[in-house]
């Protein structure tokens, strides 16, 4: 027989325990909503961590690029031997002379202050890149979650057919074991079942790869829980998805264009500072002379450059300006894609929202009509099993398409906030 030697000890490690375990129950997987997996992928994504840190260290070369260059300290022991009365010796008291030479580089002016505002574009060309990986990304999760929504309403949708399908398949035995309808009913209800049987598999396959594609993007384990998505992100009035106004906010807001005016920028002050190297850089030293312990002589140089390589010059301007001619193109290039995108994308959402609209209004309550009259119908021995059985399948078709409806919006609204680079 044991005995407890700290009987206080055990009882608060027990209650230690237990409460570690009620907090591990407690806590609930992210997915109810599209923000928690925002948030996590803010924080966790590696790609766009990656372009964070690209950016920040772009931001920490704008002042070394118009920082003079380190100066230059030259000793030159002259006349060690002292014409051959002495031992050589490097100690500058007892050499013939010594010369501190201080230079320093000094380019033409102006050219710190052009090095320094490319660094500062490239560095705002960095931040663009940054914002534009996390439009990016965001876009990516609001689709998968939206089709994570999606496959999980169908998944109910097809649960609810199926208590459906038993019911009707009630409705068949017992008309069938009254002689008022064929055996043929019975099985045609239970082939019904096995086929949405193997589409909910099929379903439920495609929510679990949808689930593994969004933990990827969390920078989660590939089968770490979700939660059961429980809504959609409201959609904005119409008034706020007019073409005008977005194409205004692509144009000030969409980080592809932010960086491509950046890099615009950068290159007309690469070939501004191209130019300048026409003219000659400077080096300015000073050089004390020693003689013995005192000091008996100052020099003072400057010293240039002499740009005679006109052709190689004339090279690099010409380059210049098709780098210059080339940013201006991709420029263009870039904001003909976006907007044609977004009047894409906008037509897209549109339609399916109309496409919503119509089900949800129209189509559906129809198609339960259809179904509630063909049952009757099929009650009282006016029409036969496969008429109930088309009017099931267009309620459960206006159903999909209801909710098919939705994913699509919210993919296309995604995709419209992804250009503008933020959210509606």
Known sequence: MTSIQNPRGFLLAAVASVCCVAAAAQETPPGADVQSLLAIARERNPE???????????????????????????VELMDITKAGEQNPTLLPNQVGSTRYTLMQDVPWFGKRDLRRDIAALEAESAEG?????????????????????????????TTEIL??????????????????????????????????????????NERRMVQARLNALLARPANAALAPPERL?????????????????????????????????????????????????????????????????????????????????????????????????RREAAANQVLSELAENLSGLDAARRTEMTTTTSLLPQSELTFKSALASYENTKVDFATLLDAQRQIRQAKQNQIKAQMEAQIRLAEIEKLIGEDL
């Open 129 to 157: 890149r940054a914002l534009g990986t996390w439009a990016e990304l965001s876009a990516r999760i609001k689709s998968a979650y939206a089709q994570f929504y999606y496959l999980h309403q169908s998944e109910r949708l």
């Open 48 to 74: 766009y961590s990656g372009m964070r840190y690209e950016a920040q260290a772009a931001a920490e070369r704008v002042t070394p690029a118009g920082a003079l260059p380190d100066p230059k300290l030259r």
């Open 233 to 329: 992100r409201p959609m904005p009035p119409a008034t706020r998805l007019a073409y005008g106004a977005l194409e205004e906010r692509v144009r000030g807001h969409n980080p592809q264009l932010f960086s491509e005016d950046a890099k615009l920028k950068a290159a007309e002050k690469t070939r501004e500072l191209t130019y300048k190297n026409r003219y000659p850089d400077f080096n300015v030293s000073v050089a004390p002379v020693q003689y013995g312990s005192a000091i008996k002589e100052w020099g003072l140089m400057v010293e240039l450059n002499i740009p005679l390589q006109q052709s190689s010059r004339r090279s690099q301007e010409r380059e210049a300006e098709a780098m210059l001619s080339a940013a201006r193109v």
């Open 163 to 204: 208590d459906l399908m038993a019911r009707l398949e009630q409705v068949a035995q017992s008309r069938y074991a009254g002689g008022l309808a064929v055996q043929q009913d019975v099985i045609r209800a239970q082939v019904e079942q096995s086929n949405m049987r193997n589409e909910f598999i099929a379903l439920e």
